[in-house]
Antibody, heavy 125, light 106 residues
Framework: QVQFVQSGPDVVKPGASVKISCRAS????????LHWVRQNPGQGLEWMGW????????KISQRFQGRVTLMKDTSATTVFLELSSLTSDDTAVYYC??????????????????WGAGTRVTVSS | SYDLTQPPSVSVSPGQTATISCSGE??????VSWYQQRPGQSPLLVIY???KRPSRIPDRLSASTSGNTATLTISGTQAVDEADYFC?????????FGGGTKLTVL
């Protein structure tokens, strides 16, 4: 099964931006759609958005619109999450996860069958 | 916004059956997935499409949906099952997670 390798800075200052990467180990990301999910300390999972590694099409959760940019590199081996205007509330572990999606008429089944190890970001001066 | 509600915690004795609920409006008309997250680890898919198990997941874990509630059942609970469990569904182009349930095996 494909494994996702994540990397990014540990500590960032308030007001700054952070860019986290997610790449597939030993292969390209296409044709997958990757989602970003974060988890604040001791809290639950929060969905941030998705990006299709082949087309670059993306959708951001309404909660993060204006602050999150999702992008991919030209070789489609790595996707990136950039989060701007950081506050202490953005201290969290950020995960990329691969989508598996099936459509059954009006019903949509979507789940995540593989997750990265997570990138811990601490926002602190 | 769409919400999925889970109990914050469930306790079970070893060998007994644990049930974790996930409630949401019209949940019977959505596919539900479940994830297990042990401390310090990434979430792990344990149930998808309401009641399907990935091949590596033991058949002690099962799930069902009735009305507005999805239920994850762990039979013959073992110490290794102690973890946080999250339900997840798709609603209007967005992914929604339940708040999570901490399963304690006493």
């Amino acid at each position: 099964q494909v494994q996702f390798v994540q990397s990014g800075p540990d500590v960032v200052k308030p007001g700054a931006s952070v860019k986290i990467s997610c790449r597939a180990s030993g292969s390209t990301l296409t044709p997958n759609t990757l989602h970003w999910v974060r988890q604040n300390p001791g809290q639950g999972l929060e969905w941030m958005g998705w990006i299709n590694a082949a087309t670059g099409h993306s959708k951001i959760s309404q909660r993060f619109q204006g602050r999150v940019t999702l992008m991919k590199d030209t070789s489609a081996t790595t996707v990136f999450l950039e989060l701007s205007s950081l506050t202490s509330d953005d201290t969290a572990v950020y995960y990329c996860a691969r989508e598996v999606i099936e459509s059954f008429g009006e019903l949509l089944s979507l789940h995540f069958d593989s997750w990265g190890a997570g990138t811990r970001v601490t926002v602190s001066s | 916004s769409y919400d999925l509600t889970q109990p914050p915690s469930v306790s079970v004795s070893p060998g007994q059956t644990a049930t974790i609920s996930c409630s949401g409006e019209n949940l019977a008309y959505k596919y539900v997935s479940w994830y297990q997250q042990r401390p310090g680890q990434s979430p792990l898919l344990v149930i998808y499409k309401d009641n399907k198990r990935p091949s590596r997941i033991p058949d002690r874990l099962s799930a069902s949906t009735s009305g507005n509630t999805a239920t994850l059942t762990i039979s013959g609970t073992q110490a290794v099952d102690e973890a946080d469990y999250f339900c997840q569904a798709w609603e209007s182009t967005s992914v929604v997670f339940g708040g999570g349930t901490k399963l304690t095996v006493l």
